[in-house]
């Protein structure tokens, strides 16, 4: 089972730029789908973009598209860069794997995921 640690959050400006990262244990990482979702206070977590083993899909959200790029490595790490950040994205970003179908809508449901890692916090000023 691969273990996973985000890190990169913090504390920006509307319109501000931020990357996480998201490093994994274990060999097998590349064979793994990876996901980035967040979740606010009193809100359910919100699928954002996932990759596909050696990045072969990527899949995102429309409410981030054109802001929000996922991607990939070969030293077991992936990343998310944020853009134009707004307010309403202030969250707490998760990473998380999976293994299983290839499409939209396995990659977007949360509970398709076993692995989590712990978060990040993301806080976004007006």
């Known amino acids: 089972q691969v273990q996973l640690i985000e890190s990169g959050g913090g504390s920006v400006q509307a319109g501000g730029s931020l990357r996480l990262s998201c490093a994994a244990s274990?060999?097998?990482?590349?064979?793994?789908?990876m996901g980035w979702f967040r979740q606010a206070p009193g809100r359910e977590r919100e699928f954002l973009s996932a990759i596909s083993p050696y990045g072969t899909n990527i899949y995102t959200a429309a409410s981030v598209k054109g802001r929000f790029d996922i991607s990939r490595d070969y030293n077991n790490k992936v990343y998310l860069e944020m853009r134009s950040l707004r307010p309403e994205d202030m969250a707490v970003y998760y990473c998380?794997?999976?293994?299983?179908?290839?499409?939209?809508?396995?990659?977007?449901?949360?509970?398709?995921?076993?692995?989590w890692g712990q978060g990040t916090q993301v806080s976004v000023s007006a």
């Open positions: 274990g060999r097998t990482f590349s064979s793994y789908g």
């Open positions: 998380a794997a999976r293994g299983g179908p290839d499409d939209y809508y396995s990659y977007s449901a949360a509970e398709e995921y076993p692995c």
